[in-house]
Structure formats: C-alpha cells, structure tokens
C-alpha cells in the first residue's frame, strides 16, 4: 500500500468537494473512494509483477492544488485534434466542455449536463472483473464528469474524436480523472480517436478511464494518442469488451511523459471476436512509459493480435507487460504477441515481458519480445549503396516506426503521424 | 596516365585478430573482367568486403588505390560515391525501408556527391522501371520493404538492379552466383554483362566455373591462404574444374 499521507489527504479533499451534492454518480464514487482509502495505490516491489517497474511514488511525491483553472481557451494548445468527417467533443481537466454533436448516430449523456441517469451509471466499471482495479478506482472516486456515449448506426460509420485536455495555471500539480463509458450497439462500426494532450507548461497528473462495449456484429477502429507533456503523470484505464462477432482494431502511439501507464484490457465475453492491437511507443530524456496490454480470452474461436515496437532514447525507460490469458473454455483461439524495440542510447532501458497463461488445449498461441539497438552490417549494407552512417540510421528507425504507423487506414492520421512521429524522430550515435 | 581503376599493394588485412589475407597484389585496368576463385576460406569474401570498407574488417598494411585515390580510413558510402559497389553475398533485409526510397536515396547520395543534382521522381521511375524489367523485378517489388521476404535469387537480382542504378566503376561481385538455379544465373549473368563496359570494370569472385560460362573474364585469379597463388586467362578455370584446387597447394 502507498502510504504517501499528503497524496491520500488530497484525493479525500477532492473527492469531498466533488461529492458534497447528492448526485446519480455519488454511491458510485463513494464506494471507490473507500476502496482506495482501504487497500491504497499499487506499490512497486519485488514480487508485484504488474508494478515491478513502475513507481507511483513519481506521481504521489509531487505538490498537488486543488483549485483548478477554469481556463478553456484552447489557442496555446498544440496537437488537439480537428478532422473535417469527424464529430468533435473536448474534456478539459475531466469536464465535458462542448458537446455539439450533429450526428444523431451519436448520443451523448454526461452528469454535468444532468442527463445522466442512476440506471445509466450503473455501466461505469461494469467491463472491471476484480483485478489491478486501484488506478480505475481512484479514477471513479475522483471522476468530475462521467460521459455514456451510445452508437448507434446501421449503414454508416460514425466517427468521433474525444480530445482529453489538461489545464493547469498553479504551480503545482493537480488530477483529473476523466471516465467514459462507450456502447457500440449490434451492428454499429465506430471510429474513435481519443487525443491526450496538455497545455505546455501545465502541470498535471491524467488519470482517465474508458470502457468500450463492443455488441455483437459492431466494428471499433480505435485510435490512441499519448501526447500529454513532458512532465505529466499518464494513467489510464481501458476496458474494451467484445460480443459476438465483434471486430477491434486499436492503434495506440504515444511520447514518453514523467510517467504514464496504460493498461488496456481486451475481455473476449463471447465468440468469433477479432482484436488487434497495435502499439507505437517513443521515450526520450527521462521519461517513464509502461504498456500493460492484456487480452482475457473468455469465449471460444476468438483471434488476437499484439504488435508494440518501442524506440527508446536518452536515460529513458520503457516497460512492455501484460498477459494473454486464455481460460478453460475459450477452445480455438488463435493468438499472438509480440513486442519489438530499438534501443538507441546505452542508458535507455527496455524490460518487456509478454506473459501467456493457457488454461485450455487446441489453441493456437504464440509471443515473443526483442530489444536491440541498429545492427551494423544492416549499416554498412546501406552505407555500402552510398548513403550516410546519419541518413542509414534514420532510415532504419522510421523503417521500424513504419511497420506500425503503416497499419494506419485514416490518410489523415497516416500524414500527421509521419509529420509528427517519423519526421521527428531522432538519428542514431554510432559508437563503432 | 595510367588506366587502372584499382590497384592493390601488399594488403595484409585481419578480422578479430585473424589474419586473412597475406600480402595480396592485384591491378585492374579500365574495361578488364577479373575472376577470383579459390576454395572455402582461401580469403575471398574478406578481399571483397576489405575493398567495399567493412568495419569488421581491419587493414593491417599494405595500400589500395581506387581511382587514383588512397582508401585507407576511407568510409563504406565514400568509397560507394566515388564508384565502388559490392554486390552483397548475403543482401541484408531492411524492415521498413522500401525499395524505392532506398534506390533513389542510393543514387540522389551518389549524385550530390558527384555535383549532379538529383533526378526528379519521373526520371527516377523510368530508369528504375527500365532496369528493374531487365532483372526480372516486378513493380510489386519496388512497393515493398528491401529484400524482406525476398527469395535468395530474388535479393540477388536486387544486387543487379542496384549495380545497373548507380553504375559504379568498380563492381565486385561476392558469390553472386551462389545458391542460384539456371534461370536466376541467366538473368544476374546477364545483368553484369550488360553492365559491363570498356568504361568500367569488373571483380568476380566465385566458387564455381558455371557462371563463367556466361561472362568470359579476360583474367582468372586462384586465391588460397590470404594471397593469389596463380593467375590466368578463361582456362585456368576449366582446369580448376577439372582438377580442383589441390593440385595448386602441393605445386
């Protein structure tokens, strides 16, 4: 248990103020409130394989306010995301700030907007089943504005960006905890981009949580982006759970911050699912990035698919966990694993440890890790053609960068991402 | 003024400490076709990969002079610009990087180097497409990522469409023709023939008398033991053929 006596006065404070009116969410928070104040924060130590690498004592030393800014003028914002086809909603500091949504596939319910109903609440953390809930329950009991989206589209594609946005003009640090709730009813094909971001020089710790139910026959392509700032603490909880048939294909590409977490569950609740998840992670200086990226195969004849690829940089530190776990009954599954990464400062350091728990025959399962920095004779190979040791070695690290970024269908994104990741990406010391 | 491309003076050369090659001389004149053979471990594929500048290999005395130029200290992608090429006897896979981005950016290198500017993507494409249909590589190729899930006679073939792009002065062959069936060899045979002028020239080395059947070198060289034991015209690689090497050691 984090014993930090400061962190736990202040997210009592907060949760006090946010509770002091009787609202639908009120019970809800109160219940992961004591939960928190019962059993803590995870504690990195030995023998806690889910935080072996990760310290929360980064998030819980910092000096935290309460009073947070009221500020919304997003002019000083770099990288909110704006696309012409897709409908936009933006959550500054937790609270749903607009919400002009034209498409009336997509429905939007949030407690600010007091549309939110007690029945309605009762799906926040339904997708949770009992396990490394501590982050999810601090960002319950801290939740400002919960937000229940609903798709709902026969013959279309609905597209939605949520660009989860932090303010902070106080010297110290403060939390927000945005919480969504997404259903795709039976049918649906949604496509989501949701964008973390933060003013410059804001400090702030993000502690968010998305589920998403995917319903029988829906289509989820899911877009993650991490661009929170230098010295933001990242935590964040996504539970995306599949019925039948259902299909998702999530792409996440984040920048290192202080310290981020992300810990993505897929639960497969019934059969024929497809998820593929595939992951971009790019950390310099001192940052800290943990991908806790598991899929619980629950149901049979349901396939699976992980593809993260790191490329690490300066004294940062880069974590890959998380595990496969297929139960008893979930027969014919066919999954895969796997987590790449290129090392290119003797400083950084890489602990990846894909784990895969098989509890059933006839299955198809495979994972793997690798981490290295450039191979030379890839580089002399190249170098040999007439190309420079730097141009070589920039090459080959957008070329890693490139099997993950080319896995993008939006054009969009697929332009922005060589703008922002590719072209920003930093040439390799060679020391031979 | 003298016309030989390169010339070799007394190369030692070592990798981790093992010694190689021996004292090695060998000069070749503008418009000639050289041959080294020799068997396994002779030191072929060091010579190979010494004059295309592989750090893992270190020259311990002795000169090469490549177009007039000294190439000690000098880097893989100079000696590349000023007219060098090694065709690669194990190409190297380049995950990401396609093939298109990886040629233009080879010759636009080779170009500014030389003072030329960089041809515009139109050129580009049809030299490329001349080339590549020369070789037998698809379009399909050139949208994928170098070499990756190449065949062995494909990634060769990739070796052959480079040499035509940046057509060196200089083209060292590593056992091009190793690990190749009929139709692959008469398409890479081809390949360095067609190359092949009275304005550059030629270093093949080869396990194997077959592929001379399609390009007719004017110089055999035997390699054993770090150093050329003999030299010669076409046939002396017919003997070889015939006799193997082991006559040449007990001579």
Partial sequence: ?????????????????????????????????????????????????????????????????????????????????????????????????????????????????????????????????????????????????????????????????????????????????????????????????????????????????????????SKLSHYRFLEDNDESIHLNTTRIKLMENAHVESNAFSKGTKLSRYDLKIITASENSYSELNGLYFTSKKQHLDNYINIDHIAPHCTSRINYKGILNDESHAIFGGTVLVREGAIKTDSLQSDKNLVLSPKAEIDSKPSLYIFVDDILAGHGATAGNIDENTVYYMQSRGLSLELASKMLISGFAMEIIDKVQNQTLFDSLLENYVNKLPSYTFDF | MSKNIIEIKNLHASVEDTKIIKGLNLKINVGEKHTIMGPNGSGKST?????????????????????????????????????????????????????????????????????????????????????????????????????????????????????????????????????????????????????????????????????????????VHVMMDGNIVTSGDKSLALELEEKGYDWLSTK
């Fill in chain 2, 47 to 219: 010579l190979a990969n010494v004059l295309a500048g592989n750090p893992s290999y270190t020259v311990d005395s002795g000169e090469i002079i490549f177009m007039g130029q000294d190439l000690d200290e000098m880097e893989p992608d100079i000696r590349a610009c000023i007219g060098l090429f090694l065709a690669f006897q194990y190409p190297v896979e380049l995950p990401g990087v396609r093939m298109w981005q990886f040629l233009k950016s080879s010759l636009d290198a080779k170009r500014e180097y030389n003072g030329q500017e960089p041809l515009s993507t139109r050129e580009f494409d049809n030299l490329l497409n001349e080339y590549a249909e020369k070789v037998g590589i698809s379009q399909d190729f050139i949208k994928r990522n170098v070499n990756e899930g190449f065949s062995g006679g494909e990634k060769k073939r990739n070796e052959i469409l480079q040499l035509s792009l940046l057509n060196p002065k200089l083209a060292i062959l590593d056992e091009t023709d190793s690990g190749l069936d009929i139709d692959a060899l008469k398409v890479v045979s081809q390949g360095i023939d067609s190359f092949s002028s009275n304005e550059n020239s030629v270093l093949l080395v080869t396990h194997y008398q077959r592929i001379l059947n399609y390009i007719q070198p004017d110089f």
């Fill in chain 1, 1 to 217: 248990m984090n014993t930090n006596k400061d962190f736990l006065k202040h997210i009592n404070n907060i949760y006090t103020t946010l509770n002091q009116n009787e609202s639908v969410i009120s019970q809800l928070r109160e219940k992961n409130m004591n939960s928190v104040n019962k059993y803590g924060l995870p504690t990195h130590r030995k023998g806690n394989e889910e935080w072996k690498y990760s310290n929360l004592n980064r998030m819980t030393d910092l000096n935290y306010s309460e009073n947070k800014s009221t500020e919304t003028n997003l002019k000083n914002i770099n990288n909110i995301i704006n696309m012409d086809d897709f409908e936009v909603i933006n959550i500054i500091n937790g609270q749903l700030f607009e919400n002009k949504i034209n498409n009336q596939n997509i429905k939007i319910k949030n407690l600010s907007s007091t549309t939110l109903t007690i029945n309605d609440t009762n799906k926040f953390n339904s997708t949770l089943d009992g396990e490394n809930e501590e982050i999810a329950q601090l960002n319950t009991a801290l939740c400002e504005d919960p937000i229940l989206i609903e798709i709902d589209n026969k013959n279309s594609v609905s597209k939605l960006i949520v660009n989860i946005i932090n303010i902070n003009i106080s010297n110290d640090y403060i939390i927000n905890s945005p919480k969504l709730f997404i259903e795709i009813h039976e049918d649906a094909e949604f496509e989501l981009i949701e964008n973390h971001v933060g003013e410059k020089s804001s400090l702030y710790t993000s502690n968010s949580m998305i589920e998403i139910l995917v319903n029988k026959n």
